[in-house]
């Protein structure tokens, strides 16, 4: 009996260190993050301490290279070049032409579409001061995942077209399911050689642990009141009518997306490439799916030269807590996504035992 109560107690000091170590060190990154430096003049502070950053990508571009010129060109070369660059930065100070603008926005998608939250900002700051003149390049990651949230964040750029504003998505890497859906609202799509392009397609996965309840005599009683309230569920014994109308919610959402993709690509056979299979960058283009093959890389560097390029981002600025917090529902909502894929489609249907559907 004494040595439980000394285990115990041993065991109960190891877990209140943890647990003073893991407060002690919340208290320094928010110690940190209140003692940070204040709002550059090209970064707009809220007070909630969200911030639009901007970044003169042609200037970083400029200065990149004048570190190269330094270190490989002979002094007298380099003195020569470096005075030829100043002259026509005053050319460009001097000139009373107004510049066309290339604004860049970064979207790093997952399978809640999170980042639309930071997108939603960025659009609506972009709305108040670009014009017919300018572009929006968005440089767009995206594998795809719940239909409502990529559905929104498709709405963000269009948004953005609705206005006037040229929109180009340029993708290096992926552009999959709701990936192309957001993509597809562009008014030119540009892609990687090897960036992956398509998988226009919905999906619906789903455990189901009835006979492993009834194995080990568990019960589980589920109440609706609706028909279609619930169509498959994780612990109750499924039915041939649930799984047939589960089936029919994913036909009319695919339905919905080739509407969608057909409307903003009129070109495009839509029949054809709605099998969700995906190709790469230059047997998209064959296909339609993309307009031009070419790294974003590539674009913005011709870009610079007739064009002032700025990229922007909305800093979501959070408590350490909030920021651990906000991983943890994302993980949470991933994996209910990923274990009950059952569909909530875009129209706002409820049936199926998670909230989230995929594009896949």
């Known amino acids: 009996m004494f040595e439980a109560l000394v285990d115990y107690l041993l065991f109960a000091a190891k877990l209140i260190t943890v647990l003073i170590g893991i407060g002690l060190l919340l208290l320094v990154l928010l110690r940190a993050r209140r003692s940070g430096p204040r709002a550059r003049p090209d970064e707009a502070a809220d007070d909630d301490g969200t911030a639009l950053e901007l970044v003169d990508l042609g200037e970083r571009y400029r200065t990149m290279a004048d570190t190269i010129r330094h270190a490989t060109l002979p002094r007298r070369v380099y003195r020569r070049a470096l005075k030829e660059e100043r002259k026509a930065e005053r050319a460009r100070a001097r000139s009373s032409k107004t510049r066309r603008r290339v604004f860049v926005i970064d979207f790093n998608g997952d399978i809640m579409a999170t980042e639309v939250t930071s997108l939603r900002e960025v659009v609506s700051a972009l709305l108040m001061v670009a014009s017919r003149d300018d572009e929006v390049l968005v440089r767009l990651e995206n594998t795809g995942g719940a239909v409502a949230e990529h559905g929104l964040a498709a709405a963000q750029l269009q948004r953005i077209r609705d206005r006037g504003i040229p929109l180009t998505v340029s993708v290096d890497k992926v552009a999959a399911s709701g990936g192309y859906l957001m993509a597809s609202v562009a008014n030119r799509i540009l892609a990687a050689p090897f960036a992956v392009i398509g998988s226009i397609g919905v999906l619906a996965e789903l455990p189901n642990f009835h006979r492993l309840l009834e194995r080990h005599g568990i019960d589980f009683e589920l109440h609706t009141a609706g028909e279609h309230k619930r169509t498959i569920t994780l612990f109750g014994e499924n039915s041939d009518a649930g799984r047939t109308k589960l089936r029919e919610q994913l036909e ?56 002032d390029v700025f990229k922007l981002r909305y800093q979501l600025k959070k408590a350490p807590i909030d920021r651990l917090l906000a991983a943890v529902r994302l993980s949470w909502s991933a994996l209910r996504a990923r274990a009950g894929g059952a569909l909530q489609g875009i129209s706002g249907g409820s049936s199926g035992p998670c909230r989230a559907g995929r594009y896949r």
């Open 252 to 307: 009319a959402t695919h339905d919905m997306f080739k509407r969608f993709i057909r409307d903003k690509r009129g070109e495009l056979d839509v029949d054809r490439v709605a099998t969700g299979e995906y190709w790469h960058g230059r047997q998209a283009k064959e296909l339609g799916l993309v307009d031009e093959v070419c790294t974003s890389d590539d674009y913005l560097l011709n870009a610079c030269e007739a064009s």
